[in-house]
């Protein structure tokens, strides 16, 4: 997350697919039930009860584009409060940083195990 949206490159990218024939929006739908994994990091907490909940304009953007668009089978991994780290005005935040960082590693390698076991059968 950039600003609260994607990076204007990502944006400019998705664009230029979204165009292709085959896998925009009136595509064949190639990608169809692929199995992917969004892997997202946050500087800061964007969460349920949050000061900033409701500002994370990029994971609903790219879940919508990549499942609804491309027919992926999505999966997300995700960790916030990542500024925790370096940050000294968030350092009271470092072991929700620490947990949200473990959280997302876990959901990242549960994934790329699942998808590996389905590129094996």
């Given at each position: 997350?950039?600003?609260?949206?994607?990076?204007?490159?990502?944006k400019?990218?998705?664009?230029?697919?979204?165009?292709?024939?085959?896998?925009?929006?009136?595509?064949?739908?190639?990608?169809?039930?692929?199995?992917?994994?969004?892997?997202?990091?946050?500087?800061?907490?964007?969460?349920?009860?949050?000061?900033k909940?409701?500002?994370?304009h990029?994971?609903?953007?790219?879940?919508?584009?990549?499942?609804?668009?491309?027919?992926?089978?999505?999966?997300?991994?995700?960790?916030?409060?990542?500024?925790?780290?370096?940050?000294?005005?968030?350092?009271?935040?470092?072991?929700?940083?620490?947990?949200?960082m473990?959280?997302?590693?876990?959901?990242?390698?549960?994934?790329?195990?699942?998808?590996?076991?389905?590129?094996?059968?």
């Amino acid at each position: 997350m950039y600003n609260w949206n994607v990076p204007a490159q990502v944006k400019t990218w998705l664009d230029l697919i979204l165009n292709h024939p085959r896998l925009g929006v009136h595509g064949d739908w190639p990608l169809k039930g692929k199995p992917a994994v969004l892997t997202l990091s946050r500087g800061g907490g964007y969460g349920p009860g949050s000061p900033k909940e409701g500002w994370d304009h990029a994971t609903p953007y790219l879940r919508t584009i990549l499942t609804d668009v491309f027919g992926l089978d999505l999966h997300i991994a995700e960790a916030e409060l990542t500024h925790a780290f370096w940050n000294p005005e968030m350092a009271h935040l470092r072991e929700l940083a620490e947990d949200s960082m473990k959280t997302g590693h876990e959901h990242a390698a549960e994934h790329g195990l699942r998808i590996a076991k389905l590129s094996r059968a």
